[in-house]
């Protein structure tokens, strides 16, 4: 009884917490004031496929004097298509990304 108990418990917070995307490249480009981070994903569906929609994030250097290239931290994360909005990490933009088309 006890094993049961264990194995619904780990499913339910398996599920939970599970992504709902799943991340098709993840690259580095460029040196000091012009590097950049992308990521991107695939959404799925609510039956939990892989969506032919995918979500194109990136961020740039944060420069505290570009002249000189003294780059030490990044800018927040945002979608390709939407660069109005920022994230502070790639997972909880590919979340937003997927929600907006209507997937997960």
């Known amino acids: 009884m006890k ?3 264990f194995v619904l418990i780990a499913t339910f917070a398996f599920v939970g917490n599970s992504f709902a995307y799943q991340v098709l490249s993840t690259k580095e480009f460029g040196k000091s004031d012009a ?3 992308n990521v991107v994903v695939k959404c799925t569906t609510d039956t939990g496929k892989i969506s032919s929609e995918t979500c194109s ?3 740039y250097a944060k420069c505290t ?3 000189k290239q003294k780059c030490n931290s990044w800018q927040p ?4 298509k939407t660069p109005g909005k920022n994230y502070a990490d790639w997972k909880s933009a590919a979340s937003a990304c997927c929600k907006a088309k209507g997937l997960r």
């Open 3 to 5: 094993k049961i108990f």
């Open 35 to 37: 590097k950049n981070q």
């Open 57 to 59: 994030l990136r961020r």
């Open 65 to 67: 004097d570009p002249e």
């Open 77 to 80: 994360w945002y979608d390709l």
